[in-house]
């Protein structure tokens, strides 16, 4: 039987030698569109699809493969009846197709990619012929992956043909191929009618998930815990940024550095954020981030030890010199971008301290959590909605002094795990109380991190206060105005609580729980 050989790609990787390859063991070979050019140009002899099947490409390159004269001699079964038909119908038969897609992923990841150049992306003769040959893997061999070319080599070299075991390997890695290709794009339109307004915040019936493994991870979050890093993208880095040195990030790590990434991000002025088993120990803003490191360290400088830091603007030499001053042990530093002198002296003094840059890479429009027999899925939270509503609800307002110190103490608390209670001054958290079961004992760790620094610094918390006692804990640590959300039935006893203490309290009216 003739040894006919159809040849569809987009990734040119390695195709000119596997094709001279083939022609040495007397394979025939047929190509389309830029294929067929390529190994034209490389003076190759190769039947274009269009000659085979005396038919042109038409829609602009859109129709090349989809014709009988491709798909018969795909999908004939090496059976006398199918073997008669094709030779009834002039149909040759075709044992090996080697295709990969049009880059969807890749074009789509790209800013500023229109809907008609994305639609333009969407193979349909690619996926088409993949399908059709691994449907028929007990005759014809699927190639999608270059890296599978030297395999089939070998086994054409010594045999004349693939084995049925590779035959099917191959056929599962093209429809392994195939869905990945279609979940990425029934993502990127799921992620399209997610942007359009809506009257209610409907979340998807379905949700589809395209991910890759593209770091395996020594464990998880103990050493008895197998783990990997699955992104979008195959070239996707650890949080969609790049690690400059260091170890690679572990589970606990990557963790860790996002929570410190979305926190300081949250900040407009220069901001480091310090963060220890996913929350916050340390927040400061400052002019510069040589400024801001210190304050966020004296918020907790026994907790900062061993924990991971987050700028929110590049790291130069200045931030350099206050972190080797402090003597700080720090497992890994994520940040827009790193001086070259600030890489060079990290790279001589700690070059274990892994250094992740983070450009500007968007949240995903959901949050997955996964629970025994299902996924949560929710919307981020991105703060306090437009609608938003801040009152003042005790007799006293607070000064222009606690106004600049509850803003942030409210944007810092919104980042701790519930229940979160933040005391902080103008530009920087003196003592956090989070992950507590009791609200009031949150008040009260808050309250021993901080000590004398509780004195005139205000207080936030993430939920309201059931009961009056987390407002008087705060008053006795010296803390002078509250930030909350309000809404519990026994409002009015904490409101009064305040006024007998002489505090200003400000009411949300949104709440901020980070489980």
């Known amino acids: 039987m003739k040894k006919q050989a159809l040849l569809s790609v987009y990734d040119k990787t390695g195709l000119i030698p596997f094709a001279q390859s083939l022609i040495k063991l007397g394979w025939t070979l047929i190509a389309s569109g830029g294929t067929a050019r390529t190994l034209q140009e490389a003076q190759l002899p190769v039947t274009p699809v269009s000659d085979l099947t005396q038919t042109p490409e038409i829609l602009g390159g859109r129709v090349k493969t989809l014709h009988p004269a491709i798909h ?21 038969p075709i044992t090996l197709v080697v295709c990969n897609l049009y880059p969807f992923q890749d074009t789509v990841s790209r800013a500023g990619i229109s809907l008609n150049e994305a639609v333009e992306q969407i193979d349909i003769g690619g996926v088409t012929l993949l399908r059709a040959a691994a449907k028929n893997f007990a005759r014809v061999t699927v190639i999608c992956d270059p890296a599978d070319y030297d395999r089939v080599l070998s086994e054409l070299q010594a045999n004349g043909k693939t084995s049925e075991t590779t035959r099917l390997r191959l056929a599962v890695k093209a429809f392994q191929h195939t869905r990945d290709y279609d979940n990425a794009i029934t993502a990127y339109f799921q992620r399209l009618l997610a942007e359009e307004p809506t009257e209610t915040a409907v979340l ?53 550095l996002d929570a410190a990434w979305r926190t300081a991000t949250a900040f407009d002025n220069p901001t480091v954020v310090i963060v220890k088993h996913l929350s916050p120990c340390g927040i400061a803003s400052a002019q510069i ?63 274990n301290c892994r250094l992740l840059a983070l450009g500007d890479t968007e949240y995903t429009h959901l949050e997955l959590r996964a629970i025994r027999g299902g996924v949560l899925a929710q919307q981020p939270d991105t ?36 229940n979160a209670i933040v005391f902080a001054t103008r530009q920087a958290t003196v003592g956090i109380g989070g992950g507590l079961p009791s609200r009031v ?42 930030i909350q959300p309000g809404g519990s039935i026994r409002d009015q006893d904490v409101i009064n609580s305040a006024n007998r203490l002489g505090l200003a309290m400000v009411f949300t009216g949104v709440r901020h729980f980070r489980h």
Not at 206 to 230: S, V
Not at 405 to 416: G, I, N, T
């Open 441 to 482: 004992d949150a008040v009260k760790l808050a309250a021993a991190k901080a000590r004398d620094r509780a004195q005139g610094a205000v207080m936030a918390s993430d939920a309201f206060f059931p009961f009056p006692d987390g407002v008087e804990e705060a008053a006795r640590a010296g803390i002078t105005a509250v």
């Open 204 to 256: 998807p019936p379905r949700l589809t998930l395209h991910l890759i493994q593209t770091q395996p991870l020594r464990y998880g979050e103990n050493p008895h815990q197998a783990a990997a890093l699955y992104t979008t993208s195959a070239d996707t880095g650890p949080l969609g940024g790049t690690l400059l040195q260091g170890k690679p990030l572990s589970y606990n790590n990557l963790l860790d």
């Open 383 to 418: 703060g306090d909605p437009a609608s938003a509503n801040w009152r003042v609800v005790t007799d006293r307002e607070p000064t222009e002094k606690e106004w600049e110190a509850l803003r942030f103490a409210w944007l810092a608390v919104q980042h701790v795990k519930s």
């Open 72 to 92: 018969g001699g795909i999908l004939a079964r090496d059976t006398p009846a199918d073997m008669a038909e094709l030779t009834q119908h002039g149909i040759t």
């Open 289 to 351: 981030l040589a400024d801001a490191f210190p304050a966020a360290l004296a918020s907790d400088p026994v907790s900062a030890f061993g924990g991971v830091i987050a700028c929110n603007r590049t790291v130069g030499m200045p931030f350099v010199q206050a972190l080797d001053h402090a003597r700080l042990f720090v497992e890994a530093i994520v940040a827009p971008g790193f001086a070259s002198e600030v890489r060079h002296w990290f790279a001589q003094h700690k070059r």
